[in-house]
């Protein structure tokens, strides 16, 4: 089975920057995709890693260590609207996918 | 536009009484699931479908059932609806096995009483 973890809450200032740390426990563990969802709103997809390293798009940064089992979100120069909460989430390539409890951030001015 | 849909999006019944919830989806995809979403907690799988006539259990399929006929389809049935199952449900389709972007639907808010 899979299961990953990460924060439950964090908060910061708009402007900074803020990392949600996600560590997993996983078979045939394929990759980690990162969602945003707003509340009562649809999950939307932000990032995912395949290989380890950063994979980059725009305000939002995405890591991976397959060796640590270990990814984390980064989201830069924050806004008011990037509250929400954001999950990690591990699939396999067989179609089996887990998420994380979900972190949520608030972003205070 | 790309999209998922679902329907009905608010959904209130009673214990027993047999309801579908629909999924389509205009993009081709190969890959489905269904998930449910408690307060506090994440996204969990019930059911996924690789493709048409192929289907798996996800880690809470207990209660539910689900069918690819066609591509775009993946109805959701529950035979008879328990109160543990109000919850929030989300469709979600994807190109190859689903572990990339998953596209999800705006979510079913059903409350069994």
């Known amino acids: 089975g899979q299961s990953l973890e990460q924060p439950s809450e964090v908060t910061a200032v708009e402007g900074a920057i803020v990392q949600i740390n996600c560590t997993y426990q996983t078979s045939g563990f394929y990759g980690l995709s990162w969602y945003q969802q707003h509340d009562g709103g649809a999950p939307t997809f932000l990032s995912y890693?395949?290989?380890?390293g950063l994979e980059e798009t725009g305000r939002f940064s995405s890591f991976l260590s397959r060796s640590d089992s270990y990814g984390y979100l980064l989201l830069q120069e924050l806004q008011m609207k990037d509250s929400a909460s954001y999950f990690c989430?591990?699939?396999?390539?067989?179609?089996?996918?887990?998420f994380g409890d979900g972190t949520t951030l608030t972003v205070k001015p | 536009e790309a999209q998922v849909t679902q329907n009905p999006r608010y959904l209130i019944t009673v214990t027993g009484k047999k309801l579908t919830v629909t999924c389509s989806q205009n993009m081709n995809h190969e890959y489905m699931s269904w998930y449910r979403q408690d307060p506090g907690l994440g996204l969990r799988q019930i059911y996924y479908?690789?493709?048409?006539?192929?289907?798996d259990k996800g880690d809470v399929p207990e209660g539910y059932k689900v069918s690819r006929k066609e591509k775009r389809n993946f109805p959701l049935i529950l035979e008879s609806p328990s109160p543990n199952q109000t919850s929030l449900y989300f469709c979600?389709?994807?190109f190859g096995t689903g572990e990339v972007e998953q596209y999800f639907g705006p979510g079913t808010r059903l409350t069994v009483t």
């Open positions: 989430a591990g699939g396999t390539n067989a179609g089996k996918s887990t």
């Open positions: 890693n395949a290989l380890d």
């Open positions: 479908s690789m493709n048409v006539e192929v289907t």
């Open positions: 979600a389709s994807s």
